[in-house]
C-alpha cells in the first residue's frame, strides 16, 4: 500500500471510530464538517497539510477529553 492510501485510510478509521463529534472536530482542526465528511466517505483524499491539521484537531480533542475525564473522576467512589 502506498503512503497516500495508508494516511487516507489511517484518517478515515479515525472518523469512524473516535470518540469526537465530528463538527467539533472540524473546529477543532480548522477544517471543514463537509471535509471530514468526505474523507469518511472516502470520497477525497486528504493532502498534507490537512493531515497536520487533522493531527493537531485530534490533539486538542484528546486534552478536552482528558480534562473532562479528571473533572469527572472527582464524583467517583473514592472521592467525596
Sequence with gaps: MDDGLAITDTVR???REGPFAMRQLAADSGLSYDVLRSWRSGRRRPNPE???KLA???SR???T???LARELRQYGPNNP
Design 13 to 15: 478509521k479515525a472518523l
Design 50 to 52: 490537512s493531515v497536520r
Design 56 to 58: 493537531e484537531g485530534l
Design 61 to 63: 480533542r484528546s486534552e
Design 65 to 67: 477529553l482528558r480534562e
